[in-house]
T-cell receptor, first 114, second 111 residues
Framework: DTAVSQTPKYLVTQMGNDKSIKCEQN?????MYWYKQDSKKFLKIMFS???????INETVPNRFSPKSPDKAHLNLHINSLELGDSAVYFC?????????????FGQGTRLTVV | RKEVEQDPGPFNVPEGATVAFNCTYS??????FFWYRQDCRKEPKLLMS???SGNEDGRFTAQLNRASQYISLLIRDSKLSDSATYLC????????????FGRGTSLIVHP
């Protein structure tokens, strides 16, 4: 069983569209994250979600919004996509609050905005 | 100043070499430290946690220096399969911990 799974793996879309990326973890973790990895390979935290507490990186545009229907899911919704949004987006989860324990990553979603 | 800084490399070494990476962090209240490995077009995976007393896992040794706020990773007897990007990760405090990644150090081990 895949511990952290993301769908889709690849996403190609036009500027201005709205898209969602889904993430599910079956590890029973209480904290989930979204990271963006740009063309320079820098992994940048976007959101951390723990027991309904959302921590937002203030540099993330409000076109990006995380949605968590339950503890095992943290989806990422993006409005009005821009060329600069092209990147690989990783979902991750950990137990006991961010940074204290190992984070497990999904395989990533490669988003290309054309 | 960036929160977590690493030399991006690449470090190009022959098989069997010993190579060391350093990472510095800016938040003195940081509580947890890790090294992750990321292969090309793959997700990051935990290589090892870093403890205050230092720790070793086979050919890999991690050290933490809180006074100087840096973490190191030493790889002995490098293998071709060690070629990857090594990411330093620090758990930042402040309300909730958020794992913050360095930019990664690229290692290329050649025959």
């Amino acid at each position: 069983d895949t511990a952290v799974s993301q769908t889709p793996k690849y996403l190609v879309t036009q500027m201005g569209n709205d898209k969602s990326i889904k993430c599910e973890q079956n590890l029973g973790h209480d904290t989930m994250y979204w990271y963006k990895q740009d063309s320079k390979k820098f992994l940048k935290i976007m959101f951390s979600y723990n027991n309904k507490e959302l921590i937002i990186n203030e540099t993330v545009p409000n076109r990006f919004s995380p949605k968590s229907p339950d503890k095992a899911h943290l989806n990422l919704h993006i409005n009005s996509l821009e060329l600069g949004d092209s990147a690989v987006y990783f979902c991750a989860s950990s137990q006991g609050g961010g940074g204290k324990t190992e984070a497990f990553f999904g395989q990533g979603t490669r988003l290309t905005v054309v | 100043r960036k929160e977590v800084e690493q030399d991006p490399g690449p470090f190009n070494v022959p098989e069997g070499a010993t190579v060391a990476f350093n990472c510095t962090y800016s938040n003195s209240a940081s509580q947890s430290f890790f090294w992750y490995r990321q292969d090309c077009r793959k997700e990051p995976k935990l290589l090892m946690s870093v403890y205050s007393s230092g720790n070793e896992d086979g050919r890999f040794t991690a050290q933490l220096n809180r006074a100087s706020q840096y973490i190191s990773l030493l790889i002995r007897d490098s293998k071709l399969s060690d070629s990857a990007t090594y990411l330093c990760v620090v758990g930042q405090s402040g309300g909730s911990y958020i794992p913050t990644f360095g930019r990664g150090t690229s290692l290329i081990v050649h025959p």
